[in-house]
């Protein structure tokens, strides 16, 4: 069982910037997929940014331009760069791995860390 541990979050004025980091207690190359996704007050936890285990990166249209995601495989971290951000970016972001199994895909996902951007 890996397990997934957010930090970073925290409150910020708009047009702040934040990186929030995603640890795994094992390698991060056994995923096949590790991203971040988010979830604002009443509404569905939603996609932000998802790498592939080769590096290629696809960005939710809402947040192409100001999110940026990385990783560092030594860390077995992955990281999320928001810049200038908003107050629709106020949310719980959650670090999510998936694995590609014969039966299917398997999900893990850390508790996430809130995001409060306000003046």
């Known amino acids: 069982q890996v397990h997934l541990v957010e930090s970073g979050g925290g409150s910020v004025q708009p047009g702040g910037s934040l990186r929030l980091s995603c640890a795994a207690s094992?390698?991060?190359?056994?995923?096949?997929?590790m991203g971040w996704y988010r979830q604002a007050p009443g509404k569905e936890r939603e996609l932000v940014a998802i790498?592939?285990?080769?590096?290629?990166?696809n960005y939710a249209e809402s947040t192409k331009g100001r999110f940026t995601i990385s990783r560092d495989n030594a860390k077995n971290t992955i990281y999320l760069q928001i810049d200038s951000l908003k107050p629709e970016d106020t949310a719980v972001y959650y670090c999510?791995?998936?694995?590609?199994?014969?039966?299917?895909?398997?999900?893990?996902w850390g508790k996430g860390t809130l995001v409060t951007v306000s003046s």
């Open positions: 094992g390698s991060i190359l056994l995923f096949n997929n």
């Open positions: 999510n791995g998936r694995m590609f199994y014969s039966s299917g895909p398997v999900d893990y």
């Open positions: 790498m592939d285990s080769s590096g290629s990166v």
